[in-house]
């Protein structure tokens, strides 16, 4: 049986059973009662709604950060100027490829395109 339907039983049994100023008096504790049960129900529903919100919002999350991660390259990305594409990594720093860089010692960044394989170097400034 549900509780409303038991609140009504009960209702209905101080009608018929009790006298006032008893009848009165139980059934305005009854009425206080279940008002308090009316609340704590809404309360109870409105948490299960949250609950539920929360979980969307979670998968969501994971969803998006799995995207990210797919995405997100594994590298400080650079522009390739052979192929146009944020593809290139810094692989390191050496002397430069020249007998002038060799000579004077002039050191060059060293960069490596994932997309087109294409290397190449510059000067560090
Ligand atoms: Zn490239």
Not at 20 to 27: D, G, N, Q
Not at 32 to 40: D, G, I, K, S
Not at 66 to 91: D, N
Request: charge should be neutral.
């Amino acid at each position: 049986m549900s509780i409303p339907l038991q609140f009504q039983e009960l209702d209905d049994l101080i009608v018929k059973h009790t006298a006032p100023p008893v009848t009165p008096i139980l059934r305005s504790k009854l009425s206080t009662l279940r008002e308090q049960v009316e609340a704590q129900t809404n309360v109870a529903d409105e948490l299960a709604t949250l609950k539920k919100a929360h979980t969307a919002l979670q998968n969501e999350h994971e969803a998006f950060k799995a995207a990210q991660m797919v995405s997100a390259p594994a590298f400080k990305a650079y522009l390739c100027p052979h192929c146009g594409q944020m593809q290139a990594e810094l692989t390191g720093t050496k002397t430069g490829p020249t007998r002038s860089d060799m000579m004077l010692d002039i050191q060059h960044r060293y960069y490596h395109c994932h997309k087109c394989k294409h290397e190449w170097s510059e000067p560090m400034k």
